[in-house]
């Protein structure tokens, strides 16, 4: 199975250290996203590439949040200076694009759980 | 008004019956609509995805559409305790320049009692 990939799987880290998450997407997959889930809500959307451009980052990524993805392969989300409110999922997505006008469907990895303390 | 909204539920259904989730969204173009489904402490995973007006059938499942109302609806039949998960309705918005986001709702738990 070549689904999508993260790692770790789980982080436990203290108040103001930085954390690093990666992820491998589905080897034919040319985008790929990031999203942040907390207990009992849906998904939230990050920021999404396309091969190694980023092209979106939502309002709510902080200047701590950082994400890059520099051979259009696997991507790293980083977070600097954690705080409490970071702990979540965090949930690495990716589809195939076919072109303008298409919608593709994003396929979700295991996720990273971060708990910081 | 949230953007996409869901009954958090949970909803409780016998095994056997048709168990049905609804979801709203608030933005009028969008076109692309799509059901995942959440194990507790599981990633979301792909069921249906419904892009026209109408019904799709997949097996036990059912996407409906209706843009006009702009509403899309899930029905389980023959629910088995398999089912039971978080369901959720996921919008790729319309209006926002050609995001590729997804827009998630909050989810509605489902339990299939045996």
């Known amino acids: 199975d070549t689904g999508v990939s993260q790692d770790p799987r789980h982080k436990i880290t203290k108040r103001g250290q930085n954390v690093t998450f990666r992820c491998d997407p589905i080897?034919?997959?040319?985008?790929l996203y990031w999203y942040r889930q907390t207990l009992g809500q849906g998904p939230e959307f990050l920021t999404y590439?396309?091969?190694?451009?980023?092209?979106?980052k939502s309002r709510l990524l902080s200047d701590r949040f950082s994400a890059e993805r520099p051979k259009g392969s696997f991507s790293t989300l980083e977070i600097q200076r954690t705080e409490q409110g970071d702990s979540a999922m965090y949930l690495c997505?990716?589809?195939?694009?076919?072109?303008?006008?298409?919608?593709?469907?994003?396929?979700f990895g295991p996720g990273t759980r971060l708990t910081v303390l | 008004q949230k953007e996409v909204e869901q009954n958090s539920g949970p909803l409780s259904v016998p095994e056997g019956a048709i168990a049905s989730l609804n979801c709203t969204y608030s933005?009028?173009?969008?076109?692309?609509f799509f059901w995942y489904r959440q194990y507790s402490g599981k990633s979301p995973e792909l069921i249906m995805s419904?892009?026209?007006?109408g019904d799709k059938e997949d097996g036990r499942f059912t996407a409906q559409l209706n843009k006009a109302s702009q509403y899309v609806s899930l029905l389980i039949r023959d629910s088995q305790p398999s089912d039971s998960a978080t369901y959720l309705c996921?919008?790729?918005?319309?209006?926002?320049?050609?995001?590729?986001?997804?827009?998630f709702g909050k989810g509605t738990k489902l339990t299939v009692n045996p």
């Open positions: 997505a990716s589809s195939p694009f076919r072109g303008t006008g298409y919608t593709d469907t994003q396929y």
């Open positions: 080897s034919e997959h040319n985008r």
């Open positions: 590439f396309q091969n190694e451009a980023q092209l979106e």
């Open positions: 933005d009028r173009g969008s076109q692309s």
């Open positions: 419904i892009y026209s007006n």
């Open positions: 996921a919008v790729r918005p319309g209006t926002q320049g050609g995001s590729e986001k997804l827009v």
